[in-house]
C-alpha cells in the first residue's frame, strides 16, 4: 500500500536564531538549548542523539547513542570498542552527531574527531552504572551475529551466578570516546521553511561564525 507524505506539513513558529542574542562560542550555546529542552520536558531522552560513522564497507552508518557529558572539549559517550562503529571509529575517527528536539523544533549538527578518553574515566563512569548495565556489557559481543535471543538471556545467567556478590570491573574493550567538534550548526525551525542555520567552525583555535541559506 502507498502512502503519499507530500501533504505532511508543519510551520515552525516557536522560537528563532539570531546571530545578536547568540553566543560566540558554539559550546556555550549548546548547554544554552540542551537544558532549555531539558526544562520542556517534551523530549523523553534529550541526551539521545545520532552517530553517524564510515563503516569498514565504506557506508556511512547512522544509531542512536547517549551522550553522558558535554565539557568545553567535545561530546562524551559510551560504547564496546569492538563494536562495529568502534571498528570504524578505529579505521576513520572522523565522525557526525546530531540532535534533534522536535518540541522545540531544534536540531543540532557536529563533525568531529573521536577519540578514547582516559581509562580512569572510563573506569569512573563503568563503576557508576547498574549492575545488570554491567553485566549487559559483559555478555554482549556487540555487533556480531548470535543464534538466539535465548543465547544471550542464558549466557546472562551465567555472568549474574560468576559475579553474584563481587565487583564487575570494567572490560578494556568497553569504554568512553569524546567527540571534539571541529564544526557545530544550530537549526531554528521558522515558518515558510525560511530556518534559522547558524554554523560555527573552528579556526586555529578560534569559532567562526556564519549564516546559511536554508
Known sequence: MQKDLGNY?????KSALLEGSISVNPMELFQKWFYEV???EGVDEPNAMTLSTIGLDGFPKSRVV??????????IFYTNYKSEKGKAIAKN????ISFFW?????????????VKIANNLSDGYFESRPDGS???ALVSDQSEVIS???YLEEKLKVFEKKYENKNIER?????????KPVSMEFWQGRPNRLHDRIRYQLENIDWKMERLAP
Do not use: D
Open 93 to 96: 575517527s572522523k565522525v557526525c
Open 171 to 179: 572490560p578494556q574493550w568497553w569504554g568512553g570516546y569524546i567527540v
Open 9 to 13: 506539513r508543519k510551520s515552525y513558529e
Open 102 to 114: 522536535p518540541n522545540l523544533e531544534r536540531q543540532v549538527i557536529i563533525k568531529g574527531q573521536a
Open 134 to 136: 554491567k553485566l549487559g
Open 66 to 75: 547517549l551522550l553522558k557529558k558535554f565539557t568545553h572539549e567535545g561530546f
Open 148 to 150: 538466539s535471543r535465548a
Open 38 to 40: 531539558e526544562a520542556s
